[in-house]
């Protein structure tokens, strides 16, 4: 049988699948979706929370104030308004001067320090808190009211992604104090609603997908309650004489108090749309007008602060700020990181805080407003630097064994290291707090090798090997390896363990040893290395 | 994940290439899944599970590879977790033709289904992406995470593997 006759056969075989409608979620719907439109319907249902399908009447719509928008920024207004330039998946953080509109990448945006949540947005900083002068690592809705907090999600086991995971844990993170802790556990995915000064909203759903709950945490107390729907902002409820028309609808964002921001419609050039701040249950129509008109306003992001609500421009060019009986004020973005021949529109801004003075310390480009240190924002203790000299004082211990001896070979511990990212062994040679992993036996010729450091241990470690039944020593390759010398200046960042990637090398078989030094401690790792090379596999 | 964390801007891209694929990864669903609710069922999964990976998505990424892996693992997933063995029609199987002219019945194209649904979940995805999706090696290498060799040499293998599980019907194939 030739290759087209069985590709024939198969197909036949198998047969083919019912037609399929491609989503269109943004569209207004005039009907409810019905056979083979269920499959769009489905995945845009599974789209969940941003782009939702509900009902809602013309009369919203139909109630247009007359657009307001200004282009004269309101008086005394100068601030750095922080956001996160996009681009696809390149993200720039820094400040947009207020009223001058210019942007500015901030070179000092780092959050390697803190912990994030596992995969989604966990790439980088996201929120600038002028509280703490700094960038977070998640989006303004899990930041706490006094912005020194922020939640973050670890999905179980380590390593799993949204494709395998079994459970998640919801922490939250007291930046100037450093202390972790762990407020809720469920056996699915935990994701962050809203975090106001009365409670942390979040809802569940299991891992392969089943019935969404939402749930009420009490922030001081760790206290969980379960909510009724009631408690997701996030959804437009009309009354029953509004349900008339089905309209798409999505939130961009919420105010300074957490009341949402619809934006219902729109999506396409020539629909109509409005934007709607819920507060209360007091609605507020900002803005009815049409997509792609001349007034410009075309939002896909807002943030309240206590300026009044920041609305962002689908193509990055105009920033808007609405305020309660002054309308909109544009402002128009220039200094945006282009590159040459890149259209402004294939750009998009992320809001990533409040519209504030600055209130740290640093060189800044001139030009910004002029930082001042906030008074009440205690400094964040930067981890204290490496003390090498006094690790590689202490000697080589490490015992040359007699003729004939037998290696004296580290004993293997089951270990469960709960890493923020990446799957890791579980499995260590040695006593800790370092653990030698990543093979089960060693081979002459070079293998990879991991250390993983329990988090009672975070300072730095010194470890360096020898041959303990001839000369010659393991050769070390990766993040501060030196020759047989590895130097780890943070090894672990509680509650997580720290790790290490790299290779160990012995040039022969023997006995090998390795001595790791730390504050207080010295510890021993014996390997026996076979001939080589590895096996494969 | 929440709102501000996938950017609306990538959820219109994200959506428009959607509607691009979607055609695709069903057919690569049904034809794994061989079940129109089941594959409906992975297909949603797939794209909520996609739209939530959306901000891992590499610059220059090939989206089309990286969205049908994703309703591969899906499917492998579905297949793994089955514990029916009836074979679920949704639709009797047109008559074919071989090469003699002669027709090939149901309950050939049933065998044929049924072997399928006997070998492992890597071989019939090779088998799926190649005679179904009509993928070339280079492509079916993309979504299978493996190069194009072995892409070639993992359907090969099914090939065998499917003669033996129905020597009558493919002994000449």
Redesign the interface.
Known sequence: ???D??????????????P?V?????QARDERPSGPA??AA??AV??????VIGLLGTRLLLHRPAPSAAAQPGPGLSCSLPVVV?????RTAGFITIPGGTFFADPQAAVGDLPSST???A?GP?FYSPQLGRWLPT????VSPDGRQYLYTVLLPARS???DFTSAELHVYDVPQRADRKLFTYAG?I???QWTAGAIIVDTVPP??GLRLLWSIAATTGAVTQADASADP?VLRPSPGQAQLSFGY????HDSAGGPIFVIGG?RPGAPFSVVLYRSGVQTVVYSGTSGDATGFDP??ALGDDHGVWFYN?DATSLWLWQPGQGLQRFAVSGLPLTAGQPVGSL?L??AGPCSALSIPRSWPAGLPSPRPSPSAPPTPAPPPADWSTLTARPLALRHLAAGAPCPVSGRVDLQPRVQDGKWPVYGFGNGPLYLSGQLSWYAGGQAAVFLVDPSSTGPMLVRSARLDGTGDLVMTGPGASGSTVDMPVTALPPYWGTWEGRLAAAAPGCYGLQVDGAGFTEQIVLQVLVGPAPPG | ?????????????F?EQ???M??LA??L???ML?N?HE??DA???A???A?????????GSDVRAWFLT?VA??CR?RRRSRWWSTLKM??P????S??HGQG?GDE???E??RA?NRIPSDMKMA??LR??L?FSFEDMGRVLGVSAAAAKSRTHRA?SRLRVEIPEA?A??
Request: aromatic fraction near 6%.
């Open positions: 049988m030739r290759e006759e069985f590709r024939e056969r198969l197909r036949r075989a198998i047969g083919e699948p019912p399929l491609a989503p269109v979620p943004w269920h499959l489905a995945i599974g789209l969940a929370a941003l782009l996009m681009e696809r998946t390149r995969g989604v947005g790439a996201t989006g303004p809705i899990a992604s949204y494709s995915s994701d962050v609603i392969r997908g996030n999505g939130v961009i964002g999506g896909i992001a689908r998009s992320q809001p | 994940v929440t709102g501000v964390e996938v950017r609306a801007a990538d959820q219109q891209w959506m959607m509607a691009l979607l055609p069903q057919r669903a049904y034809g061989q129109a594959c409906e297909l949603q999964d794209a909520f599970k739209w939530r990976a959306l901000p891992r998505l590499r610059e994703i693992n899906e997933q949704d639709s199987p047109a008559a074919v071989n090469r090939l050939d194209a049933i044929l289904r399928l088998l799926v005679y179904y009509d090939l493919l000449d194939a």
